[in-house]
């Protein structure tokens, strides 16, 4: 057979049953080809699969792995092809992808960036649950953009949960409003009938009348029999304001715990410190704020993917076939390459971070 000849018969398909049983392997033809000055005219996706690695290796060495096209190649060899490019020249290859098959990531300020359309898509990597709720389920609440507030109802006592809590600081707040609202009027023990305010008419000497003055405040908010019978009474919108502090506190307490555990996570593939933001305008003129998190290493990502999915023809073996960082990563985690992100869900909010947040933001409400 003639160059020519050569030429044709591989680049129709026939290197099976015309070049191999001439040459033996798919290296020595090439080589034969670089000699002759033909290997240029040769359509080198159609380097049999299972001398493909082979192949690149050859090609390498006379530059012309560059050459080859993944969209061109068969499917068995796609892969094969992409990880060899990027182990010989990761910036143009993951450039390539980029520009080319994973479309959710930017070059950007010296390494890689997600689009984040919507912050809840990295829920997605978070382990779920069937019947309770999972790590997924919060960090999609975390993500979202309406403020979470888990809980509603946290507490059905004040006085144990916000005044024996308060430092000296907000009893003092505590106690001037107690006297600016009660200091010095006469209030009756027919409505008020704890021990407390009978001895307070007793000193006093005011039968059947006492006075919460600035010398037994203090002993009034010691006393949580007294206090709450005052709660349920003059100082009903006192109760309010301590309920809503409590719940302000404990909610607070809370998804600060989760926040963290949730941007912890993320932080194994992201930057979460790292976000960039541009400002592009629509179709309609209207202007919107795209968003950008850093990857920690979107090349050891995409080689471990490649690596997992080396030879496969499955459809979702392929980059192209997620199309997004996301998916990429979900793929390799449902493959058991990578781990779901995981935490332990808490029950209840951290009592001496509440306590902390209730003296916090006290004087806001009092």
């Not at 080589?31 to 699969?49: G, Q, S, V």
């Not at 930017?106 to 912050?119: A, I, Q, S, T």
């Not at 993917?305 to 023809?313: A, R, W, Y």
């Amino acid at each position: 057979m003639n160059s020519q000849q050569l030429i044709d018969s591989f680049n129709d398909g026939d290197y099976d049953s015309d070049i191999g049983p001439l040459f033996g392997d798919v290296v020595n033809f090439l080589k034969f080809a670089n000699k002759h000055n033909f290997i240029d005219e040769l359509l080198l996706e159609n380097i049999p699969h299972d001398e493909f690695d082979d192949a690149l290796d050859y090609l390498d060495v006379i530059d012309k792995t560059s050459d080859m096209d993944y969209e061109e190649v068969p499917e068995e060899s796609k892969n094969t092809l992409l990880l060899y490019q990027l182990e010989k020249d990761p910036n143009k290859t993951l450039q390539y992808i980029c520009d080319r098959v994973v479309t959710d990531v930017y070059p950007m300020n010296g390494g890689y960036y997600l689009y984040v359309k919507d912050r809840t898509e990295l829920a997605g990597l978070f382990e779920t649950y069937n019947r309770e709720t999972s790590p997924h389920d919060v960090a999609e609440s975390v993500l979202g953009e309406d403020y979470w507030e888990p809980f509603w109802d946290t507490t059905d006592d004040v006085y144990g949960d916000v005044i024996e809590d308060l430092d000296d600081t907000n009893l003092g707040h505590l106690s001037n409003y107690i006297l600016k609202e009660l200091g010095n009027q006469e209030l009756s023990t027919e409505n008020y009938d704890d021990d407390l305010f009978h001895q307070l008419s007793d000193v006093q000497g005011t039968e059947g009348k006492f006075q919460i003055t600035k010398d037994n405040v203090m002993r009034l908010i010691k006393d949580k029999d007294a206090m709450n019978e005052l709660l349920k009474g003059d100082l009903s919108d006192l109760k309010s304001e301590l309920y809503s502090i409590h719940s302000n506190a404990y909610n607070t307490a809370y998804t600060d715990e989760i926040y963290k555990d949730v941007w912890d996570g993320i932080s194994e593939y992201f930057e979460p410190k790292s976000w960039e933001y541009e400002t592009k305008e629509r179709y309609d003129g209207k202007k919107i704020q795209h968003e950008y998190i850093k990857i920690n290493d979107f090349s050891q990502i995409i080689y471990d993917f490649l690596s997992e999915n080396k030879g496969l023809t499955y459809t979702e073996s392929f980059l192209e076939y997620w199309g997004s960082l996301i998916g990429i990563i979900t793929s390799l985690m449902k493959d058991g390459k990578y781990s779901w992100i995981n935490f332990r869900v808490p029950d209840y909010a951290d009592w001496s971070l509440t306590k902390k947040y209730v003296n916090d933001i006290f004087s806001d409400y009092i």
